[in-house]
């Protein structure tokens, strides 16, 4: 691993893949190694490790490169190209090129093409996917995802919504207090890396957990501390950094509850601190075990 700028640690390249990752430069069409590729997994930024697409969405472009009519969402941000007729598209997570996207040319339903260099991804096969997910509340979204981001053995770290009753919910709706809805970030995390247990320290130690229904100058039960836990040993596990507090004398008013589903946040949230090149203004870093 090397380091870069925002303190965010990527993997080192070789000089092909720096052309084509940091220069925006295109490897030649059909010498990829994912072109007439078709195994089922995962296919990751070849910079930062992010998950960017699924198997089940990769088809046959006839282009010479891996097409795909989905990302997975959140994953991979379009911007207009340097030559201000194509749309390029990066890593949402790190900002590494990946290709470009075409539109309305009919291969799939999705009348959706993403053009991608091979050279730009890692593939991980469905049987050796051990990543695991956690979901924590703790505000305003922007700064959970902030320092979550900011772990090594984080693979990815995205803004939504969890814990209401309101299917698909935007954040106009989540903003109002009525949903149900607080607002979560999803984090997708290396075990082998970076344990769930450090996470939750992470967690109670970047924001106020004695704070009820708000978290500084954000109120409403939209900005809640909460951990939905996905397993019973994620459970056991949170519960227990919630007692050591307690025991600390902390009047902890985190709420653990049981995964709900998960509701991806709208792509401006994404990212947020590190597009902006700020920090955030509510959540700071104070050690607490």
């Known amino acids: 691993m090397s380091q870069t700028n925002n303190d965010m640690k990527y993997n080192e390249l070789t000089e092909q893949e720096r052309h084509v990752i940091i220069n925006k430069g295109t490897e030649y069409p059909f010498t990829g190694k994912f072109d007439d590729f ?3 997994g995962t296919y990751t930024c070849k910079q930062c490790d992010a998950t960017l697409y699924k198997s089940t969405s990769k088809f046959d472009g006839h282009c010479g490169w891996p097409s795909f009519d989905d990302e997975i969402e959140g994953a991979v941000k379009h911007q207009v190209d340097v030559d201000g007729r194509r749309t390029e598209i990066v890593c949402a997570n790190c900002g590494g090129h990946l290709g470009h996207v075409f539109f309305g040319e009919g291969f799939t339903d999705k009348n959706t093409r993403h053009c ?3 050279i730009s991804m890692n593939f991980i096969a469905d049987e050796e996917q051990k990543y695991e997910i956690a979901l ?3 505000g305003c979204f922007w700064g959970t995802e902030y320092w979550m981001e900011k772990q090594e053995g984080v693979i990815s770290a995205v803004s939504g919504y969890a814990g209401g009753s309101v299917n698909n919910p935007t954040y106009g709706q989540v903003s109002t207090g009525t949903t149900g809805h607080a607002e979560v970030v999803e984090v997708t995390f290396d075990p082998k890396k970076i344990s769930y247990g450090e996470l939750v320290k992470l967690f109670f130690e970047t924001h106020d957990p004695t704070q009820t229904d708000g978290q500084g100058p954000d109120i409403g039960t939209q900005y809640r501390s909460a951990i939905f836990y996905n397993s019973d040993d994620q459970k056991f596990i949170a519960e227990k950094y919630k007692d050591i ?3 600390k ?3 902890v008013a985190t709420e653990i509850t049981q995964a709900t589903e998960f509701y991806t946040a709208e792509s401006y949230h994404q990212n947020y601190y590190k597009r902006k090149g700020s920090s955030p203004y509510c959540h ?5 075990f």
């Open 116 to 118: 991608v260099n091979s």
């Open 284 to 288: 700071f870093y104070k050690a607490k």
């Open 245 to 247: 507090l307690i025991e």
């Open 38 to 40: 078709y195994e089922k």
């Open 136 to 138: 924590f509340a703790s």
């Open 249 to 251: 004398g902390y009047a």
